[in-house]
T-cell receptor, first 107, second 113 residues
Framework: RKEVEQDPGPFNVPEGATVAFNCTYSNSASQSFFWYRQDCRKEPKLLMSVYSSGNEDGRFTAQLNRASQYISLLIRDSKLSDSATYLCVVNLYKLSFGAGTTVTVRA | NAGVTQTPKFQVLKTGQSMTLQCAQDMNHEYMSWYRQDPGMGLRLIHYSVGAGITDQGEVPNGYNVSRSTTEDFPLRLLSAAPSQTSVYFC????????????FGPGTRLTVT
């Protein structure tokens, strides 16, 4: 079983829509969680950390459910510039990366 | 402040050739790592280093060597290239192992024929 699993998508949404997707992780001892963003053929960059209480950063909301071992990311009021692949990352002594969920926002 | 730099950006090798992928950072980070990224798979850790003179194996170390003689540089050596090593390679650094944010270089796209 993979340590981190994500729905690869793609999620195709119109501008202004809300899109949400999850990732699941296998090790219940995992300590910290992140979402990274990767633009086409570029390097990954940290989008936001994920906290147990849930957290927002502008139009982005991240949630963590430790009991069910999943993390979610919700993007409100999607912009064309949100088109990217979103990588779920779980930390237990080392970072484990999901394969990514691709989001395409269309005009 | 250039962050993390990698060279070359692109490389084509023949099976059996060797080469070194270069990685350097100017942020005085102690932790550096190498990943490979293949379609449909997450980034997989090849080797990492927690400081100058200290390296360790990651998830997929076979066929690769590393060394860390300085804080700034962390080269990755392919000993005898194989088609299975065709991939995109990313170097990353962070202030310490397990830090919240890893800073990635722009990547090296390697094709082995």
């Amino acid at each position: 079983r993979k340590e981190v699993e994500q729905d690869p998508g793609p999620f195709n949404v119109p501008e202004g829509a809300t899109v949400a997707f999850n990732c699941t992780y296998s090790n219940s001892a995992s300590q910290s969680f992140f979402w990274y963003r990767q633009d086409c053929r570029k390097e990954p960059k940290l989008l936001m950390s994920v906290y147990s209480s849930g957290n927002e950063d502008g139009r982005f909301t991240a949630q963590l459910n430790r009991a069910s071992q999943y993390i979610s990311l919700l993007i409100r009021d999607s912009k064309l510039s949100d088109s990217a692949t979103y990588l779920c990352v779980v930390n237990l002594y080392k970072l484990s990366f999901g394969a990514g969920t691709t989001v395409t926002v269309r005009a | 402040n250039a962050g993390v730099t990698q060279t070359p950006k692109f490389q084509v090798l023949k099976t059996g050739q060797s080469m070194t992928l270069q990685c350097a950072q100017d942020m005085n980070h102690e932790y550096m790592s190498w990943y490979r990224q293949d379609p449909g798979m997450g980034l997989r850790l090849i080797h990492y280093s927690v400081g100058a003179g200290i390296t360790d194996q990651g998830e997929v170390p076979n066929g690769y060597n590393v060394s860390r003689s300085t804080t700034e540089d962390f080269p990755l050596r392919l000993l005898s290239a194989a088609p299975s090593q065709t991939s995109v390679y990313f170097c990353a650094s962070s202030p310490r192992q397990g830090a919240r944010e890893q800073y990635f270089g722009p990547g090296t796209r390697l094709t082995v024929t």
